[in-house]
């Protein structure tokens, strides 16, 4: 199976784990969407930084909510 | 091996093999940068628009100059 460990990353660059066993992630207006492979589902408002499938992990980033400077990434 | 391979959807909805065995993506600036287990990279003028990591399957939507209206997404 290749699902992935999805992690947030909050204002201080300090990661912890979201969600376990990740299989879909779908971004949606400023929010994730993610279900793992036992159905639960998380929706959080932050944006994919970066993504290493081979070690199974996803990071997402905070989107805070005064950030409309960084609207165009 | 957990890697996945990257489809490409026009404006006209239609899907297309990007890269394959894809290890990291990362959004940057209205670009995803690929990489591949072999080392290949690409860059696109894209966005996620949705991962199933057990399908082995991510698609990417283009992102078109004028769409800045899209931009809080």
Redesign the interface.
Known sequence: ????NVYLMDEDGKESLLLEM?????????RIVLEN?FGQQKIVKA????????E?KILLEKVLPKSKSK???
């Open positions: 199976m290749c699902e992935a990740v299989d879909k992630v779908k971004p949606e207006k400023g492979i944006k994919i930084k970066e993504m290493a499938l081979v199974h609207a165009n990434e």
